[in-house]
């Protein structure tokens, strides 16, 4: 009796696990599949990346590890110029300059960049916090309302 019970729960497995196979697995597959054949042949296609990736691959060295520490020296060496270039820039708006051929199209430009600002902050505060409204503190008597699962804040 227990073989055949065995036999039963093996048999349920089997397709339980297939249609999980059909359904997720191979889906997934069968996409990474294409991100890989996509990105081989991009790749292929790209004589710069060919002749960077076979002078690391002579050496022995991997290509993305040296490209990172690249990056990481080349954006340190970058850190003193761009804070001189912060310091230029304060400056020169700062002394009124930039105001002097200030006109509407300027101004609009900047109204668009101050929006845009704003409303990406605001997704980041609903995103952070779950909410725009000011938190309301435990001895506050709206605190009693979020027991009850209402926003006290409507």
């Known amino acids: 009796m227990s073989g055949a019970a065995s036999a039963a729960a093996t048999e349920v497995a089997k397709k339980s696990t297939n249609g999980l196979q059909k359904y997720l697995v191979d889906p ?8 890989e054949s996509r990105s081989a042949s991009k790749m292929a296609a790209n004589p710069v990346a ?3 990736l076979s002078q690391y691959a002579a050496s022995g060295q991997d290509a993305a590890a040296a490209s990172t520490a690249r990056f990481i020296t080349e954006q340190k060496a970058l850190l003193s110029y ?12 700062f002394s009124g300059a930039h105001f002097k051929n ?5 101004g609009l430009d ?11 902050f605001i997704i ?3 995103f952070g916090r779950q909410t725009v409204y000011p938190p309301i503190r435990p001895d506050s ?4 309302a979020l027991q009850h699962k209402t926003n006290p804040n409507y």
Do not use: C, G, H, M
């Open 50 to 52: 060919q002749a960077y």
């Open 82 to 93: 761009r804070v001189v270039r912060l310091f230029e820039e304060s400056r020169y708006v």
């Open 102 to 106: 200030y006109n509407l199209a300027k």
């Open 110 to 120: 900047d109204l668009r960049f101050l929006t845009t600002l704003l409303f990406v």
């Open 124 to 126: 980041f505060v609903i």
């Open 28 to 35: 997934i597959v069968r996409t990474a599949n294409k991100i």
């Open 141 to 144: 008597p709206f605190a009693l």
